[in-house]
């Protein structure tokens, strides 16, 4: 319910031109040791590589999503792995350096049939970090 105010809030505003993205695109490293490499195109869509630190260390999968302003949203599909995953968040710069701030949830499949706890049990989510690396 609260999502769909949210969203509604958001259809009534005015258009504004759209923000540029801020320095989003480079390469990330998370908590983890996990690696995005990150590209914004002038349409604000993100695109990149994410190569696990954990699980699959070592792999990479593909990773799509949007930008807007300092604001990032991205997706990996852990397919092969039996997973997706998406991340939101801002890129902050202050005196801990620079780095994205996320939230991110996990979602695994469930069979059929399957419960209401199934499906919310299917689902993790959590924080993350990435701070920039060098070129």
């Not at 070592?58 to 930008?67: K, M, Q």
């Not at 300092?70 to 997706?84: E, P, Y």
């Not at 970090?129 to 070129?135: G, K, S, V």
Request: negative net charge; charged residues 25%; contains cysteine.
């Amino acid at each position: 319910m609260f999502i769909e105010m949210l969203i509604a809030d958001a259809l009534q505003r005015e258009e504004k031109p759209r923000t540029p993205p801020s320095k989003l695109a480079g390469r990330w490293r998370n908590r983890l040791g996990s690696v995005m490499q990150v590209t914004v195109d002038e349409n604000h869509r993100v695109d990149g590589s994410f190569t696990s630190g954990v699980g699959a260390s070592g792999r990479t999968f593909h990773l799509v999503g949007y930008a807007e302003g300092d604001a990032l949203s991205f997706c990996v599909d852990f397919g092969r792995l039996g997973s997706v995953a998406a991340w939101a968040g801002h890129r902050v710069a202050d005196d801990q350096g620079e780095r994205l701030v996320t939230l991110w949830h996990l979602a695994l499949p469930v069979r059929e049939p399957h419960s209401d706890a199934d499906v919310w049990g299917s689902v993790s989510a959590g924080g993350d970090e990435f701070t920039r690396l060098a070129t």
